[in-house]
């Protein structure tokens, strides 16, 4: 298994560009999550997806869309780059990992991250 | 709500120097509680976890018991090598398939 791959690893953008992050996982997990990771602030979810075709907004969603077209595949999009979006941005999938309290407990498996430049 | 609260760091430790590293929460239900590790340039690799009150996770010298009373998770090893040297995340996880990360605590060992 490959586990969580992310495409690609390192960007550099100019202020009003598009671009489309790919996160792709092979464990048949139906979550994942989009975060972005800045200095100081640990990490923020930007969003999330539940299953195939289904998306929410997390903590800090503007500026970013995402889709969910197929289950092991989630992009998060960005439509005009601006250099706040400076970050790296890390892709998760959550998987059950056992019990908690007589209800199932998940466990979140990580990708490589992307570093997005914006200029 | 629900919430991490971490150490704040920058830790900085001679090698084989006791490491603790502080984790409390506030949850609802029946939490898991997670540390990950972020070594330079790479993504959270899970560290350890456990997923009911007085479990102890452990993996590669560090270990953390989760107390229900004290609402903690706190993390340590007994002597830590340069190689540990990266950013350590408590998390938490709740049956609602939620996530809750600590803003991450800076571990550097010197020789």
């Known amino acids: 298994n490959a586990g969580v791959t992310q495409t690609p690893k390192f960007r550099v953008l100019k202020t009003g560009q598009s671009m489309t992050l790919l996160c792709a996982q092979d464990m048949n997990h139906e979550y994942m999550y989009w975060y972005r990771q800045d200095p100081g602030m640990g990490l923020r979810l930007i969003h999330y997806s539940v299953g195939e075709g289904t998306t929410a907004k997390g903590e800090v969603p503007d500026g970013y869309n995402v889709s969910r077209l197929k289950k092991q595949n989630f992009l998060l999009g960005l439509e005009s780059a601006a250099p706040s979006q400076t970050s790296v941005y890390f892709c998760?999938?959550?998987?059950?990992?056992?019990?908690?309290?007589?209800?199932?407990?998940?466990?979140?498996?990580f990708g490589p991250g992307t570093r997005l430049t914006v200029t | 709500g629900d919430s991490v609260t971490q150490m704040e760091g920058p830790v900085t430790l001679s090698e084989e120097a006791f490491l603790t590293i502080n984790c409390t929460y506030t949850?609802?239900?029946?939490?898991?509680l997670f540390w990950y590790v972020q070594y330079p340039g790479e993504g959270l690799q899970l560290l350890l976890k456990?997923?009911?009150?007085?479990d102890k996770g452990s993996n590669k010298g560090f270990e953390a018991t989760y107390r229900k009373e004290t609402t903690s998770f706190h993390l340590e090893k007994g002597s830590v090598q340069v190689s540990d040297s990266a950013v350590y995340f408590c998390a938490l996880g709740l049956t609602g398939n939620q996530f809750y990360f600590g803003t991450g605590t800076s571990l550097t060992v010197i020789p």
């Open positions: 456990a997923t009911k009150a007085d």
């Open positions: 998760a999938s959550v998987g059950p990992t056992g019990l908690a309290g007589g209800f199932r407990a998940y466990e979140q498996y």
């Open positions: 949850a609802t239900g029946y939490p898991s």
